[in-house]
């Protein structure tokens, strides 16, 4: 449970905030060319990045401000969309910080907005956001109802990448609550529908999910096929996020292996907490530490293992 887990929260919070090249100070000198409301457009963008990047640094509650600030002056533009982009960034923001229902009344309002411009896709995508907000802090049960709901719009506009992301979703929730079969059932569709849409990264992502499933049920062989698999197409992609979470798998497998190579999963952890560091990724940041310290724990370098243990928990 502990991996899959960590899979929710990672959607959940959406990509790693996509602003590595935001100069704040910039942001900031810009902001202070808003004068009149017909600056709101401009006004609500720069506040939303400014926020992202405070978020990003790990400034939440300052992240939190100019997000909502943002959100009040997307309230003045013509342009539902703008409020709709400005309400999901804080929506994640609250469900960063533990604050669910926060980030859910957020959501509800971005999906009425998604309503009001009849755009099917982005109310799904906005439904989508709630139910990982549901799941990532503990209630599967109403995720799995409201991932379904999402489903459904996806597929009434045959928008197949929302159909395949909620596929996966779904079948990562079922697979939590213990539904084994149907959650795998639920990724293997959703692999199916990435496969036709030549979607890389999203098979990766499948093939990932996949091979933890078979190390679960103790299919080790298969399972290291399809992790290396996944590794492949994320490198050939150039897609970190993913190559790291192959890497933490494959380590996680060989440990899980009663004569596993402790040496080699040491090695494969710390490739991915090096890319976790590069992308700035704080959730596989913590995962790779409490990995490394399961092996070191494992060969009794009880020192060291309780270092790791120790910045797993700092990351938290």
Not at 112 to 124: I, K
Not at 131 to 140: E, M, P, V
Request: aromatic share 4%.
């Amino acid at each position: 449970g502990e991996v899959g887990g960590q899979i929710i929260e990672e959607e959940a919070l959406g990509p790693q905030w996509d602003v590595h090249s935001a100069d704040f100070a910039e942001l900031g000198k810009g902001l202070g060319c808003c004068r009149s409301a017909r600056d709101s457009p401009i006004e609500a963008d720069l506040l939303n990045r400014m926020g992202l990047v405070l978020c990003e640094r790990g400034e939440m509650q300052k992240g939190i401000e100019h997000l909502s600030r943002s959100v009040s002056s997307a309230r003045l533009c013509p342009n539902r969309r703008i409020l709709v982009t400005c309400l999901s960034s804080l929506g994640i923001a609250h469900a960063k910080c533990g604050g669910k229902e926060a980030a859910i009344e957020v959501f509800e309002e971005a999906v009425q907005m998604a309503q009001r411009l009849s755009d099917v896709s982005l109310e799904a995508s906005c439904l989508r956001k709630i139910a990982l907000t549901h799941a990532s802090h503990g209630d599967i049960t109403t995720g799995l109802v409201v991932i379904r709901d999402a489903l459904d719009l996806y597929i009434s506009v045959s928008d197949s990448y929302g159909e395949a992301a909620c596929l996966f979703t779904t079948g990562v929730m079922r697979y939590e609550i213990g539904h084994t079969v149907e959650g795998v059932a639920d990724v293997e569709a959703s692999l199916r529908v990435r496969r036709s849409l030549k979607d890389k990264v999203g098979i990766a992502e499948c093939l990932n999910r996949l091979g933890l499933a078979l190390i679960d049920i103790g299919y080790h062989l298969q399972a290291l096929d399809y992790l290396e698999r996944s590794l492949a197409l994320c490198h050939e992609v150039g897609d970190l996020l993913g190559q790291a979470h192959a890497l933490r798998l494959l380590a996680y497998l060989h440990f899980a292996q009663v004569d596993g190579d402790r040496k080699l999963s040491l090695e494969l952890f710390k490739k991915s907490l090096s890319l976790c560091k590069r992308n700035r990724d704080v959730v596989g940041q913590a995962m790779c530490h409490e990995g490394v310290g399961d092996v070191l724990a494992d060969i009794e370098d009880h020192r060291l293992s309780a270092h790791h243990y120790n910045e797993a928990m700092s990351l938290r």
